[in-house]
């Protein structure tokens, strides 16, 4: 009985393995440039959403210097001199207060 419900586990990963294998050598049979179009395309996402990622991360965490602040309306990142005045949320710089 044990064995009868292990066979089909093995199975089932099996099946998975080969049906992968089956996807990278379907379409090498069946053209070249299809290949590299199919390869191509979730390579190129999966860089640019790391890259993405690395990029947010960066300013997220750097935080505004003592003599900066950021703007609640556009969100940049300005020197105290561009303060135009203060809201409940934040600071409110020049070009946005117009
Ligand atoms: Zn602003």
Known sequence: ???DYDAPRKNDTDDTESIE???ERVPDKLSGAV???DADNP???ELA???LSDMELDVVVLPPQDDE???VSCFLV???SQVDH???LGPVCKECAF
């Open 1 to 3: 009985m044990a064995t």
């Open 21 to 23: 294998a089956l996807k």
């Open 35 to 37: 290949d590299a179009e």
């Open 43 to 45: 390579g190129g996402f």
């Open 49 to 51: 959403g790391a890259d």
């Open 69 to 71: 602040f950021t703007c």
């Open 78 to 80: 300005k020197h105290r």
């Open 86 to 88: 203060e809201e409940k």
